[in-house]
């Protein structure tokens, strides 16, 4: 990490962003080199007006204003050659992207509490076959335990979580 503590906030708060930010860019232009331009493009204005950030806001809806009029100015650049549906269009989709990635963002912190009201074996379940990709097989050896222990606990684990998500949403959450 930078010994500069504003860029390392800049890159904590930028990487923890990145793919959404790119998914949202790619959303508003017609293909994945004009999303990466404009996500380059983008990227460089967000560094130097990062001054301009409020800490404690959302890092997202910042960026993605800036994705969006960099997207923008790239469709006025490319308006000849492309067939296109107009700026209310693109606005809209804009809108509708955006309060997407933040139910889903929202969806993801919510996912982070369920996951850490789990019993420690549970998280290391979770550990093991999401984080490092093992087998069925390879978590009951570690836990000293039968496959079908593991698929079943996973299963249940699974279903808790998403239980805990929906009930996070809209209101407190609670893994019994």
């Known amino acids: 990490m930078p010994d500069d503590p504003k860029v390392a ?9 990145e793919v959404r930010l790119r998914a949202f860019a ?13 996500v380059q493009q983008a990227s460089l204005v ?5 001054g301009s950030f409020q800490l404690g806001t959302s890092f997202f809806s910042w960026a993605a204003k800036i994705v969006h009029l960099t997207a923008k100015d790239l469709r006025k650049r490319h308006r ?6 107009g700026d209310e269009f693109a606005e809209l989709v804009a809108q509708e992207t955006n309060a997407a990635a933040e139910e889903l963002a ?18 290391t379940m979770l550990d093991l076959r999401y984080k490092e990709d093992s087998s069925g097989e390879r978590i ?12 079943q606990s996973l299963a249940r684990i699974r279903k808790a979580l ?8 809209g209101r407190g959450s609670e893994i019994v």
């Open 9 to 17: 906030e800049f890159l904590k708060l930028y990487t923890s962003h």
């Open 26 to 38: 790619l959303s508003l232009v017609r293909g994945w080199t004009d999303a990466e331009e404009v």
């Open 46 to 50: 967000m560094w130097q007006k990062f």
């Open 80 to 85: 000849r050659e492309m067939v296109h549906f």
């Open 106 to 123: 929202e969806r993801e912190r919510v996912l982070s509490e369920c996951i850490t009201k789990l019993k420690p074996k549970h998280r």
């Open 140 to 151: 009951a050896e570690v836990l000293g335990t039968s496959a079908d222990a593991v698929y």
């Open 162 to 169: 998403f239980d805990c998500v929906n009930r996070g949403m």
